[in-house]
């Protein structure tokens, strides 16, 4: 099998690249990445010599790119995470998210659409979204695979877009698709915009943590090797034209968790206790921020026999140990462009 996943040199894909070359040493593995400021080859060290694998640098948006390796190589399957991911970079700049999350997209279902048009019953186009595309939570309730879209920001809008593309594609010229919608992760290699990595580099400066607004948000966060599994999973046993919610079971409101983060930080450290709770900042709230989210992964749980396998404190430990011993790895993602994106947001 020829598969392509895009987005591989980014947080999710490089975990998903590294259990698809992995444990398949019979499928070609072709990593398809633009490398913009969240794709790294370097997370992609332990593999990039595998004789099953192959990178790709370029752009889901280029559909003749897009056409020309997909009749190259002959794909038997696309796992698509290749995305604009950051809901703050989308408030700043929507029009990206639309080129990339959903033409991007387009891109792709076409190519596939054309060139499976004869065996599509043998090929699979597993397309990977998010939580946010359902909206926000109030205080109680579980998103489930039948909880009705309604994206807030630019980027859970321009994910919820790509969704229906995937499934009009499915109804309309039989497209073979799954959709996961997942929801936060955590672990190795996460860029640090996002909150977890972000605190912890800055625990590590000692540069204020900016909580936005009361910090009473609320994410459910899956160790991401775990998502990939459920990848692996969904991608060779899902049903076709079916959506499966994946979650953590693991509710945390943003500031019990940043304390539980400062706690762990001034251990492994060796600071004195509270020494980085003192860098909380509250900070003005996102524009449009959903209060909860919380995902009700039963479906795939009772289907698939899928849970995860990572408490939360283990993950946040591996974690946490993860960007203290790559700090080569955190110094290059933090130099450069980095510097004036924080700029931009923060000051
Ligand atoms: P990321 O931002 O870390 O990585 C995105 C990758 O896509 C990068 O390697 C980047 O270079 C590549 N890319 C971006 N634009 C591209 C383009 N036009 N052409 C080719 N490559 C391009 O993102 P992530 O956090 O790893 O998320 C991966 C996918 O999973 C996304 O589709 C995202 O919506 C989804 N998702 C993420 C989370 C999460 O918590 N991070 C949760 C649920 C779903
Ligand atoms: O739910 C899945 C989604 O999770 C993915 O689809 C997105 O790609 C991913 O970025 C993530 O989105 P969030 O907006 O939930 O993640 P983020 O890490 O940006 O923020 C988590 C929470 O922390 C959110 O309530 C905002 C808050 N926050 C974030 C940052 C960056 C802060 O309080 N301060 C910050 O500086």
């Known amino acids: 099998m ?44 332990d593999v990039e010599g595998a004789s099953n694998y192959t990178f790709i640098k370029g752009d889901i948006v280029d559909a003749g790119l897009i056409n020309t390796i997909f009749e190259k190589y002959q794909f038997d399957g696309v796992v698509h995470l290749a995305a604009e991911s950051h809901v703050d970079r989308s408030i700043t700049d929507p029009l990206a998210f639309v080129h990339t999350n959903i033409i991007g997209t387009v891109n792709l279902l076409n190519a596939a659409r054309d060139m499976w048009k004869d065996d599509s019953d043998k090929k699979r186009f597993y397309h990977v979204s998010t939580d946010e595309v359902y909206g926000s939570l109030g205080a109680e ?26 499934r009009a594609y499915g ?26 990595p972000l605190f912890i580099h800055n625990i590590i400066e000692n540069k204020p943590l900016p909580v936005y607004g009361d910090g009473k948000y609320t994410r459910d966060w899956l160790f991401v090797e775990d998502h990939a599994v459920a990848i692996d999973l969904v991608f060779h046993q899902g049903k076709n034209h079916e959506t499966y919610n994946i979650g953590g079971f693991n509710e945390w409101q943003n500031i019990d968790l940043v304390k539980l983060l400062c706690r762990l930080m001034d251990q492994k450290l060796n600071r004195p206790d509270g020494s980085s709770e003192k860098l909380i900042t509250y900070v003005k709230d996102r524009p449009g921020h959903d209060l909860r989210y919380a995902i009700d992964a039963d479906k795939i749980n009772k289907e698939l026999g899928w849970k995860p396998s990572v408490t939360f404190e283990q993950g946040l430990e591996r974690t946490i ?18 510097q004036a994106y ?6």
């Open 141 to 166: 309730g579980l998103f489930t695979e039948s909880t009705a879209y309604d994206p807030n920001s630019p980027y859970s809008a321009s994910k919820a877009s790509s969704d229906h593309f995937v």
């Open 171 to 196: 109804e309309t010229y039989g497209l073979p698709y799954v959709i996961t919608n997942c929801s936060n992760n955590y672990g190795p290699n996460h860029f640090p915009e996002k909150l977890i």
């Open 321 to 338: 140990d993860w960007y203290l011993n790559n700090e080569v790895w955190l110094k290059n993602v933090t130099s450069g462009d980095y």
């Open 342 to 347: 924080y700029q931009k947001m923060y000051n």
């Open 2 to 45: 020829n598969i392509l996943i895009t987005g591989g040199a980014g947080f999710i894909g490089s975990h998903v690249v590294r259990e698809f070359v992995n444990r398949y040493p019979t499928y070609h593995i072709f990593n398809l990445d633009a490398l913009t400021y969240a794709g790294n080859l370097e997370n992609l060290k």
